[in-house]
């Protein structure tokens, strides 16, 4: 009899955590006439009616799948985003302080938003360089990296052999990705809102599953 080796299967690593990053719904619009609440510096929007949507969407998707834990940030849009899910699946998210979004110095508050429809050129310079810091106080690179990395590795370090829902942002997102494929720092900037993409960390081995997945936002109803 001929011995027959079919395609290598991806299975986690023993003792790995699969960490499926939720990037927060769409956020209320920035209007200068009625500035967004901050948290600890950060501007802190609420969902805005889309976001809100999509939030029921991922509910959705994943009510009938297993999760360990959900983990949110400081800010509220990622408790929003989480809260139908939490609820459908009877899990009570725990924050991690450390998967806030980018500090944006003197662009926070909805400027940033602004100054990319208008085309400063700050945003030129940022994009070509891929540092935060290019706009005025705003959190350099490494910096980030820091943070998000020791927030990844608490979440991994608590959650062995588990799946772990994290809804967080989208700057947190690309720079998670980003360590993982030792990548430039922002080739994945630009995750959508509502999307979905998965790590599996296995100590400093960070494994890319999946990146943007919204095909439960495109989805007929």
Request: hydrophobic share 40%; proline share 7%; glycine share 10%.
């Amino acid at each position: 009899m001929t011995t027959e080796y079919r395609q290598f299967r991806f299975q986690r690593p023993h003792g790995s955590t699969e960490l499926v990053l939720i990037r927060h719904g769409e956020s209320a619009p920035a209007r200068f006439d009625r500035p967004y609440p901050y948290k600890d510096g950060h501007g802190d929007p609420e969902l805005a009616p889309q976001g809100r949507e999509q939030a029921l969407k991922l509910a959705d998707r994943f009510q009938d799948q297993h999760f360990d834990a959900i983990y949110v940030t400081t800010l509220r849009r990622t408790a929003q985003t989480a809260a139908p899910l939490a609820e459908r699946l009877g899990i009570t998210p725990r924050v991690e302080p450390d998967l806030r979004e980018v500090h944006l110095g003197e662009w926070e508050g909805g400027l940033l938003r602004k100054h990319v429809a208008e085309g400063h050129p700050l945003v030129t310079e940022m994009n070509l360089k891929q540092r935060w810091d290019v706009i005025p106080g705003a959190e350099p690179t490494e910096q980030l990296a820091e943070r998000v990395g020791a927030g990844i590795r608490r979440i991994a370090g608590a959650h062995p052999d588990q799946r772990v829902a994290v809804v967080a942002h989208g700057g947190v997102i690309g720079q998670v990705l980003a360590m993982a494929a030792s990548s430039e720092p922002f080739a994945f900037i630009g995750a959508d809102n509502g999307s979905v993409s998965v790590v599996v960390v296995a100590g400093e081995q960070w494994i890319i599953r999946g990146y943007n997945d919204i095909s439960h936002l495109t989805r007929p109803v």
